[in-house]
């Protein structure tokens, strides 16, 4: 069975894969990205909807390719980051095959096999840059109907939470305002804790409503 073969394989159509393949394409040395989704995926898809990159638009540029922004101090959103990542792939002419995983590597003759969804690849080198926070480590709470647990990956908004009893603002509002009265605000107070477990990329919210006392 003849199998395809590649100088170099790069995995992940991140902004680091790109970034190694316009330096490739750079060198005149040819390659292949394999992505298993659609390129910039993390961005798409396992961010929340409020999420603002967390550096200002001055800051933010790939490879001869500037971050196009009217507000250098602002912070962009996940969406304008998949747009900016998108147009880096087209302007790069990154040669991206999505939609495919690679699910082991091996050795072989030319160096490496990667068995890939869609069959086998040969390749000289491979570039893994499939980036980090790949595997979930969820704190193990116990499920007892005070806790509510959800990966980072997988929150989009408030509206994803439950509703009392494990989620209510307004008796904390209503102790807000009646600064006298401690107990009352002791009862409806709400402990938010972000647990980031041994894995950073693990970032499992933790919301418990506090026991009254
Ligand atoms: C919640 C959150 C917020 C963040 N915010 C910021 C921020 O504001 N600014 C910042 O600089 N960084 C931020 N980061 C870090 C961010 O992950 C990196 O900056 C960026 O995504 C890393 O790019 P990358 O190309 O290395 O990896 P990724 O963007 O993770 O890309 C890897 C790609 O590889 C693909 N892939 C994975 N496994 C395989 C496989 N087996 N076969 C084929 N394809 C595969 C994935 O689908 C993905 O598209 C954040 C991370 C998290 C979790």
Redesign the pocket.
């Known amino acids: 069975m003849t199998i395809e073969h590649i100088e170099t394989l790069i995995?992940?159509?991140?902004?680091?894969?790109?970034t190694m393949s316009h330096r490739l394409s750079q060198r005149g040395r040819p390659h292949l990205v394999?992505?298993?989704?659609?390129?910039?995926?993390?961005?798409r898809t396992?961010?929340?909807d409020g999420?603002?990159?967390?550096?200002p638009n001055w800051s933010v540029q790939l490879p001869d390719f500037p971050f196009r922004h009217d507000d250098p101090d602002g912070f962009t959103t996940s969406a304008a980051i998949v747009d900016f990542i998108t147009a880096y792939a087209a302007h790069i002419a990154a040669p991206v095959r999505c939609g495919?995983?690679?699910?082991a590597l091996r050795d072989g003759d030319a160096g490496f096999v990667a068995e890939?969804s869609q069959g086998s690849i040969a390749a000289n080198h491979v570039v893994i840059?499939?980036?980090?926070?790949?595997r979930a480590v969820v704190p193990d709470l116990p499920i007892d109907g005070t806790t509510f647990q959800i990966h980072?990956?997988r929150y989009r908004g408030p509206a994803q939470l439950p509703k009392a009893p494990f989620w209510s603002w307004a008796p904390a509002r209503r102790a807000r305002r009646s600064p006298r009265n401690c107990c009352a605000r002791a009862a409806a107070s709400i402990s938010v804790s972000a647990s980031i477990a041994a894995c950073p990329?693990a970032?499992a919210a933790t919301i418990s409503s506090a026991g009254s006392s």
């Open positions: 995995i992940g159509g991140g902004q680091a894969g790109l394999v992505e298993r989704h659609r390129i910039a995926e993390r961005w396992e961010r929340w999420l603002r990159f967390q550096f495919v995983e690679v699910t890939t840059a499939t980036g980090p926070y790949q980072a990956s990329g970032i």
